[in-house]
T-cell receptor, first 118, second 115 residues
């Protein structure tokens, strides 16, 4: 049984470069989430998918950020023209489909990708 | 708007002491879910518990227990007989009830258990 995996685990880049992160959710999970966590803070929601459909994007997700989940399995998060303020841990989580309309299953998190923008 | 407040930034206890981590939440929803996650030094968030707003029963799991009180909008977490392995950052989180919506996290409480 494999959990949520993320690649790379660490990324150092220069300001202005583009970076792309990948997340592989738990195989039967249809929901996939991206969060960002800065030092000393809790994770903040960025965007999430149900299968291949992107359901919601946070106001934190500027137009330099784009996320995809083309086949409803893995997802990628791209940041264009990185800025020093983008330095953070980028967390991916997945969850299975809830039973009924009011259920809510726990989200399982990956190890994160730590981005450092120089 | 939903909000989670964890007023304790850092707590330090001696091994075998009991410790309670506080969580206060705000939401306009009548139905919602509350969660606790643990983030050890390795960094990966580990799910501990989920509680829905209709279930105010306290829960105990081994050395862990949770006290949910809707009247005070609190969902506190107690570790009994703490151990060094409990050292981590603990996050309380909140979400709407409708089908696995994103979580709103508090800022976390860093717990250090000293041998």
């Amino acid at each position: 049984d494999t959990g949520v995996s993320q690649d790379p685990r660490h990324k150092i880049t220069k300001r202005g470069q583009n970076v792309t992160f990948r997340c592989d959710p738990i195989s039967e999970h249809n929901r996939l989430y991206w969060y960002r966590q800065t030092l000393g803070q809790g994770p903040e929601f960025l965007t999430y998918f149900q299968n291949e459909a992107q359901l919601e994007k946070s106001r934190l997700l500027s137009d330099r950020f784009s996320a995809e989940r083309p086949k409803g399995s893995f997802s990628t998060l791209e940041i264009q023209r990185t800025e020093q303020g983008d330095s953070a841990m980028y967390l991916c989580a997945s969850s299975s489909k809830p039973i009924g309309t009011s259920g809510h299953n726990e989200q399982f998190f990956g190890p994160g990708t730590r981005l450092t923008v120089l | 708007a939903q909000k989670v407040t964890q007023a304790q930034t850092e707590i330090s206890v001696v091994e075998k002491e009991d410790v309670t981590l506080d969580c206060v939440y705000e939401t306009r929803d009548t139905t919602y879910y509350l969660f606790w996650y643990k983030q050890p030094p390795s960094g990966e968030l580990v799910f501990l518990i989920r509680r829905n707003s209709f279930d105010e029963q306290n829960e105990i799991s081994g050395r862990y227990s949770w006290n949910f009180q809707k009247s005070t909008s609190s969902f506190n977490f107690t570790i009994t007989a703490s151990q060094v392995v409990d050292s981590a950052v603990y996050f309380c989180a909140l979400s709407e009830a409708l089908g696995n919506t994103p979580l709103v996290f508090g800022k976390g409480t860093r717990l250090s258990v000293i041998a």
